[in-house]
T-cell receptor
Framework: GENVEQHPSTLSVQEGDSAVIKCTYS??????FPWYKQELGKGPQLIIDIRSNVGEKKDQRIAVTLNKTAKHFSLHITETQPEDSAVYFC???????????FGKGTRLSVIA | SAVISQKPSRDICQRGTSLTIQCQVD?????MFWYRQQPGQSLTLIAT?????????ESGFVIDKFPISRPNLTFSTLTVSNMSPEDSSIYLCSVVGVSYNEQFFGPGTRLTVL
């Protein structure tokens, strides 16, 4: 089955700097890679995803890149703001598109 | 995306008792899942809730401990049976909709077992 590794486990950045979180996956057949943001006391919120037919996707300050050959994908947050502080999870499907198996999470702290 | 609600939002229970968690979605969905998130940890899939048939459980989870029902396309329940302190976790309902392929999560049920 799919195995997802996520790094780093914690990340502190100054407000306005960029943050990068990286994930690797094991199943070369996986073709869907979402990222979730979880704020304290809330359920995970889907913030961006990428499918295997593209290498990069952007949505305002957030971008995700995918390298299928190396089996890794990354989340990039530019111009970080204090409200970006949360736990971020990457995920990949057990098979097909769902259900998802999750990385261990990255606790991002943006320091004002 | 779907609007997902869970009841209760939190509960404190005594060991040996059982708690049933409800998940309601505002639109028909193709798939419903239950996840567990232990304190400070990631999300672990418990089972896929199948409409009108027995749920499909992941390794390490069994029906006697986590019975699941899904009587229709918008509702499911998860029961945590014979609870122990190790069951203290956040339990999350998750869905994939008819008109989208993304997976969305409910707000979670925070369970503390004393």
């Amino acid at each position: 089955g799919e195995n997802v590794e996520q790094h780093p486990s914690t990340l502190s950045v100054q407000e306005g700097d960029s943050a990068v979180i990286k994930c690797t996956y094991s199943d070369s057949a996986s073709n869907y890679f979402p990222w979730y943001k979880q704020e304290l006391g809330k359920g995970p919120q889907l913030i961006i995803d990428i499918r295997s037919n593209v290498g990069e996707k952007k949505d305002q300050r957030i971008a995700v890149t995918l390298n299928k050959t190396a089996k890794h994908f990354s989340l990039h947050i530019t111009e970080t703001q204090p409200e970006d502080s949360a736990v971020y999870f990457c995920a990949a499907p057990y098979s097909g598109n769902t259900p998802l198996v999750f990385g261990k999470g990255t606790r991002l702290s943006v320091i004002a | 995306s779907a609007v997902i609600s869970q009841k209760p939002s939190r509960d404190i229970c005594q060991r040996g008792t059982s708690l049933t968690i409800q998940c309601q979605v505002d639109s028909q969905v193709t798939m419903m899942f239950w996840y567990r998130q232990q304190p400070g940890q990631s999300l672990t899939l418990i089972a896929t809730a199948n409409q009108g048939s027995e749920a499909t459980y992941e390794s390490g989870f069994v029906i006697d401990k986590f019975p699941i029902s899904r009587p229709n396309l918008t509702f499911s329940t998860l029961t945590v049976s014979n609870m122990s302190p190790e069951d203290s976790s956040i339990y999350l309902c998750s869905v994939v909709g008819v008109s989208y392929n993304e997976q969305f999560f409910g707000p979670g049920t925070r369970l503390t077992v004393l």
